[in-house]
């Protein structure tokens, strides 16, 4: 399941940070933390918008004023994840559907006000690493700014060095943000979808 080098560095499990989720598998690539988690079916409220075609890109600037209006209107999700936020973006491993970006919170009921949406996410396996410099350090990349999240850290690097695939499963690649008190983001974390393991030389 590890690729070279990556069996010394293996470590415990790890601590799950989420309910749905399960950390299978801890390493430490470079000075890179890298965990295998697995994750329940999950069920998610806010706001999804998708491409209008195969190769485009979603309107996120629309996705977030339209996000923003229901904070305005004075609508929120019932019973969400406390401390926590999502944004989940479908099919960027894919270039036969179009690309889809969803700004939200795990929530554990369809009960929710009118005007929210609701995305169900499979059950899957994802290997999860914290978006910081210290990472980007680890693969000699620059640090990310925002836009796309930078999941070729996992799925062209980290992923292939410990002997997983990362392609195309259905599941979304996930940015999940820990918020302070005072709302200020506390840190970032990036789940890409496992689809199995590769052949190593």
């Known amino acids: 399941m590890s690729g070279p080098g990556a069996m010394s560095n293996r470590k415990g499990p790890g601590e799950a940070l989420h309910s749905q989720e399960q950390v299978l598998e801890s390493f430490q690539l470079g000075g890179a933390t890298v965990q295998l988690v697995q994750w329940t079916e999950s069920l998610w409220c ?5 491409a209008k075609d195969p190769v485009g890109e979603p309107d996120v600037e629309q996705l ?3 996000f923003v209006a229901l904070g305005e209107a004075e609508l929120s999700p019932h019973d969400p994840e406390e401390g926590w936020d999502v944004c989940l973006s479908f099919n960027y491993l894919s270039d036969q559907r179009p690309s889809g970006v969803f700004f939200g919170f795990l929530v554990k009921s369809r009960s929710q006000p009118e005007g929210f949406d609701m995305v169900w996410v499979p059950a899957g396996q994802y290997l999860r690493v914290e978006i910081n410099e210290e990472t980007a350090k680890a693969l ?3 640090p990310w700014t925002g836009g796309v999240p930078p999941y070729q850290w996992i ?3 980290l992923g292939p060095r410990l002997g997983f695939l990362c392609g195309d499963s259905g599941l979304p690649i996930v940015e999940y943000y ?3 008190a005072d709302g200020e983001i506390e840190g970032c974390w990036m789940y890409v979808p496992v689809t199995g393991k590769k052949q190593l030389d």
């Open 178 to 180: 820990r918020h302070r």
């Open 140 to 142: 000699e990349s620059e």
């Open 155 to 157: 799925s062209e690097s």
């Open 64 to 66: 977030m004023r339209d």
């Open 46 to 50: 806010g706001k999804m918008l998708y």
